[in-house]
């Protein structure tokens, strides 16, 4: 029997072509694995962190297994860090937008807004799931 060669070129390369796809699909395999195996710490760390509450931690974990929504929530987190340093930064160096005889309004605000969420946090759970 004959075997054309352009043919048994063609099978050694369709060969060659499906032993690359299932190592690509094993690697890929591999890094869904390793990452699923972090998502309990993570969703720990945004507890702790008051990014979400503990009631929240399924819809979280959930969200954590789609990379969209990851990075997503890593660019919100960052976004939130940032705002969030700033105004403490502001704070410390005793700017503020009210009169700096007029204080007494800026603690009641403050006071009242401990452990209250802003309105950017509030989206960040909605789009988040939670």
Do not use: H, W
């Amino acid at each position: 029997m004959d075997i054309d060669p352009r043919a048994a070129q063609a099978m050694v390369m369709i060969a060659t072509g499906n032993v690359e796809i299932l190592r690509e699909l094993d690697a890929r395999e591999s890094q869904t694995k390793a990452a699923a195996a972090l998502v309990p710490n993570v969703v720990d760390t945004l507890v702790k962190c008051g990014y979400i509450t503990n009631e929240q931690r399924q819809k979280a974990a959930q969200s954590l297994q789609e990379p969209a929504k990851v990075l997503d929530t890593l660019q919100r987190i960052a976004l939130s860090t940032a705002v969030k340093s700033a105004e403490a930064e502001k704070a410390a160096l005793g700017e503020s937008s009210t009169p700096r005889n007029d204080t007494k309004p800026t603690i009641k605000a403050a006071a009242a807004t401990v452990g209250a969420r802003s309105p950017a946090d509030e989206k960040f759970l909605r789009d988040f799931g939670l």
